[in-house]
C-alpha cells in the first residue's frame, strides 16, 4: 500500500496489481459457500461479488449483507483474497447472502464517486435484474456493512437509504467494523497510537486528501460526519447500528464520538471494544476477538431481524 503512494498524491495501480492477490468466483462451493460475479455498470467497472450458503433450500429465507470493503477508499477490490475469505466467512456463518460491493477508488474517483456507487448497487438489487439473486434472499432484512472506510461507506449510503422508497429492499442494520471518520482536530488516540500497525496518522491524512473534493479538509461532512458540517439524522429512521472498536485503533477516538452521535440523535446503536484489537483484527481468523465478532454480528441481526 505505501510504497504504491506517490509523492503528488497518486497510485501506482501498476505496481499493487503486481503484489495484489485476487480470487476468482467459484460456482463450486468452497466451504459450502459458493460465489459469482454481477456487472451493475460496466462503463464505471461498478460489480459486486455474491455469495451464497450452499446447499441451501428456498424455504430458508437468509438475509442480506451488502458489504463494503476497507481500503481507504484508495485500494483493495471485492475480489481481493482476504475480503474474498472474509466475506466467505460472513455468508458461512452467519448465514447469509453477502453482496460484496467492488466500487470506484480514490485518487482517480473522489467523493462522492464511492456513495454513488454503493447506493446505486442497492437500487439494483432492489429491482431484482439478474437471474443469479436467490429466492431465498429476505429483501425486508438487508444490512449494511463494512469495515474502515468501507463502515464510513456504509453509513453514508445508510443516509441515501433513509430518502429513497425501494420497491422491496428495506435496510434494518448497520455492521460497522472500526469505522473510518476523521477531522482536523488529533485525538488522543491518534497522537499515543503513532506506531500502531496497520495504520497511521500520516497514512490516513493522505487517504482523507486523496478521497475528498479539492480544496476539503477533514472536517467536511464525509469524514466528520457529526462535526459542524454534518447532517442531522435525529428525524431520520435511520437503521440500528453496531460497532465495534479496538484499543490498539488510532481511530478509536472518532469511532467513539460516532457512537455518542448516534446516541444524541435518538438512534439505536451498540459498541463493542476489544481492548486488544488493532485495526483490521476481523480479517485474522486465527485471532479470537475475529470469532467473538462475527458471534456479536449475528445476534444483532437476529434481534433487528425480529423488531
Known amino acids: 500500500m505505501n510504497i504504491s503512494r506517490r509523492s503528488d498524491g497518486t497510485v501506482n495501480r501498476h505496481l499493487i496489481n503486481l503484489f495484489s492477490i485476487k480470487s476468482s468466483p467459484s460456482e463450486t462451493p468452497i466451504n459450502g459457500v459458493k460465489s459469482f460475479d454481477i456487472t451493475v455498470d460496466s462503463s464505471r467497472n461498478l460489480w459486486f461479488r455474491l455469495y451464497t450458503p450452499a446447499p441451501t433450500t428456498t424455504e430458508t429465507s437468509l438475509p442480506i449483507i451488502i458489504y463494503f470493503h476497507g481500503g481507504g477508499f484508495a485500494f483493495m477490490a471485492a475480489n481481493s483474497k482476504t475480503y474474498d475469505e472474509f466475506c466467505q466467512k460472513l455468508a458461512r456463518e452467519i448465514p447469509s447472502i453477502v453482496v460484496s460491493v467492488n466500487y470506484r477508488l480514490s485518487p482517480e474517483h473522489k467523493y462522492p464517486c464511492q456513495y454513488e456507487d454503493g447506493f446505486d448497487v ?142 444524541r440523535s435518538g438512534k439505536e446503536v451498540y459498541l463493542i471494544e476489544y481492548p486488544n484489537a488493532f485495526h483490521t483484527f476481523y480479517l485474522f481468523p486465527e485471532l479470537p476477538e475475529s470469532s467473538l465478532m462475527i458471534k456479536e454480528v449475528k445476534e444483532f441481526m437476529q434481534k433487528q431481524s425480529c423488531n
Open 122 to 263: 442497492l437500487k439494483f438489487i432492489d429491482e431484482a435484474k439478474f437471474e443469479e439473486f436467490p429466492q431465498n434472499a429476505n429483501m425486508k432484512h438487508c444490512f449494511l456493512a463494512g469495515d474502515s472506510a468501507g463502515a464510513n461507506l456504509a453509513h453514508h449510503v445508510a443516509l441515501k437509504a433513509c430518502d429513497y422508497k425501494f420497491l422491496q429492499l428495506q435496510v434494518i442494520g448497520i455492521i460497522s467494523l472500526q469505522p473510518f471518520f476523521g477531522g482536523e482536530e488529533r485525538t488522543e488516540s491518534e497522537t499515543k497510537l503513532v506506531g500502531a500497525p496497520p495504520i497511521s496518522v500520516e497514512l490516513t491524512d493522505w487517504m482523507w486528501k486523496a478521497f475528498l473534493p479539492e480544496g476539503s479538509d477533514r472536517d467536511h461532512a464525509a469524514a466528520n460526519v457529526f462535526g459542524s458540517n454534518s447532517v442531522d439524522i435525529s428525524g431520520m429512521k435511520f437503521p440500528a447500528t453496531i460497532m465495534f472498536v479496538g484499543g490498539f485503533d488510532p481511530l478509536q477516538d472518532w469511532q467513539k464520538k460516532y457512537y455518542e452521535w448516534l446516541k
